[in-house]
């Protein structure tokens, strides 16, 4: 019996036990915590880009990937309801501290 899994199957994806499956966990540096504490409004847009890239390939006609590990569709409700709440934040800036949409 072997211990290497043929990936290139479809049955590799039963062969894979889900415990195994861990989220991963990148490490934020010193400089993104800064940049994220000094600009609060920066937090949805990699949201707001990853929805950007599911909608490009809605646009395209390509097939979405919908499994345990990704759903492509949750990440463009993510990405909507961050740009939602990033628009209120702009718009508010905008009326307080702009000339209008006339200039």
Same mark, same amino acid.
């Given at each position: 019996m072997s211990n290497v899994i043929d990936l290139s199957t479809l049955r590799a994806a039963r062969a894979l036990?889900?415990?195994n499956v861990r989220?991963?966990?990148f490490t934020?540096?010193?400089?993104?915590?800064?940049?994220?504490g @000094?600009?609060? /409004?920066?937090?949805?847009?990699?949201?707001?880009?990853n929805a950007?890239?599911?909608a490009g390939k809605i646009r395209r006609g390509e097939a979405l990937r919908v499994d345990r590990y990704l759903d492509e569709r949750a990440i463009l409700w993510e990405g909507?309801?961050?740009? @939602?709440?990033? /628009?209120?934040?702009?718009?508010?800036l905008a009326v307080k501290h702009g000339a209008g949409a006339d200039q």
């Open positions: 036990p889900l415990e989220p991963v966990e934020v540096t010193k400089r993104q915590r800064g940049w994220r @000094r600009n609060p /409004l920066r937090r949805p847009c990699n949201r707001i880009s950007v890239t599911v909507v309801e961050a740009a @939602r709440l990033l /628009l209120a934040e702009l718009f508010e």
